[in-house]
């Protein structure tokens, strides 16, 4: 399994404003994930992260709201732009998710707040 | 297009006692494999057990295992001799596949335990 760190772990946040949350994993993987839990709610898939190629896109998230890089095999970014109060939620991002069981390990989480 | 329903908002069971969390599954895959992570209120993710589609006996891992009716297309997670460490959020999940050999998850929409000493 593969040990992910995520920074910040929480931010409060101005509403217009972005904010830029880092994920690191401790081995080279080749897909990350990017998952929004709303409070109360479940998750939600946000993005698939391919290394080399553009992000993949869940319905109803969009790439000018949601960038993402991923700049190697250890790496990626997930920028919430244009914020607003909708935008609360939990982001996590996770690595795994190939061979037989396709079991996903997560980061911590980034806790956000929007005012 | 698969789904996960939890039906139970919030469970609660006596320490050192047994609960079962329910999980319905809906899929046209013949192929599946499902899921079940704990989340703590510090928010992360904990995987806890998989169940494949084809595997012949239920999965266990520990204190956790998993009812796997495939007829009535449910995967239950059963918790034995719960712990006041297990109050937390579960959710159940299944794989689907994006291509290339990886796969997304899936989540139910969750039940909160809460384990009374």
């Known amino acids: 399994s593969a040990v992910i760190s995520q920074k910040p772990s929480r931010d409060i946040c101005q509403r217009g404003t972005s904010l830029t949350i880092q994920c690191q994993v401790d081995?080279?993987?080749?897909?990350m994930f990017w998952y929004r839990q709303q409070p109360g709610q479940s998750l939600t898939l946000i993005a698939t992260?391919?290394?080399?190629?553009?992000?993949?896109?869940e319905s109803g998230f969009v790439i000018d709201k949601f960038p993402i890089s991923r700049p190697n095999l250890t790496f990626s970014t997930l920028t919430v732009s244009n914020m607003s109060p909708e935008d609360s939620s939990i982001y996590l991002c996770s690595a795994g998710g190939q061979g037989a069981r396709g079991e996903q390990y997560f980061g911590p989480g980034t806790r956000l707040t929007v005012t | 297009a698969q789904k996960i329903t939890q039906t139970q908002p919030g469970m609660f069971v006596q320490e050192k006692e047994a609960v079962t969390l329910d999980c319905t599954y809906d899929?046209?895959?013949?192929?599946?494999?499902l899921f079940w992570y704990k989340q703590p209120s510090s928010g992360e993710m904990i995987f806890l057990i998989y169940q494949g589609s084809y595997d012949q006996q239920n999965a266990t891992e520990g204190r956790y295992s998993l009812n796997f009716q495939k007829a009535r297309k449910s995967a239950n997670l059963v918790i034995s001799a719960s712990q006041l460490g297990d109050s937390a959020m579960y959710f159940c999940?299944?794989?689907?596949?994006?291509?290339?050999?990886?796969?997304?998850?899936?989540f139910g929409a969750g039940t909160r335990l809460a384990v009374h000493p």
């Open positions: 081995s080279q993987v080749t897909m």
């Open positions: 999940a299944m794989r689907e596949a994006v291509g290339g050999g990886y796969n997304k998850l899936i």
């Open positions: 992260a391919n290394q080399g190629s553009e992000a993949t896109y």
């Open positions: 899929t046209s895959d013949p192929s599946y494999g």
